[in-house]
């Protein structure tokens, strides 16, 4: 089985920081690509940030300049810096990692997250 436990929620207020973490660990052969999405109240979950394997990068453009996901491979660890702030970056916050597990064969399959939240006040 895979675990991803997300860390470094809060409440911040405007114009501050946080920097969230996401650890995988279990049954891991590889991790392709690793993401972050958000979804806030009476909303869709929407893609905020994603990396690949190779550091390859995209960004929501509500987010671009704000915020920087980057990687450490051999810790299995995603991480989502983010900046100047706003109170509209209020979401409860998901790890996602795509993921190669070698059981009987090989196999990707997707997990998620238990989700952590950020709340930016004005």
């Known amino acids: 089985q895979v675990q991803l436990v997300e860390s470094g929620g809060g409440l911040v207020q405007a114009g501050g920081s946080l920097t969230l973490s996401c650890a995988a660990s279990g049954n891991i052969f590889r991790i392709n690509d690793m993401g972050w999405y958000r979804q806030a109240p009476g909303k869709q979950r929407e893609l905020v940030a994603a990396?690949?394997?190779?550091?390859?990068?995209n960004y929501a453009d509500s987010v671009k300049g704000r915020f920087t996901i980057s990687r450490d491979n051999a810790k299995n660890t995603v991480y989502l810096q983010m900046d100047s702030l706003k109170p509209e970056d209020t979401a409860v916050y998901y790890c996602n990692a795509e993921l190669v597990q070698r059981i009987i064969s090989y196999t990707t399959r997707s997990y998620w997250g238990q989700g952590t939240q950020v709340t930016v006040s004005s």
């Open positions: 990396i690949t394997i190779g550091g390859s990068t």
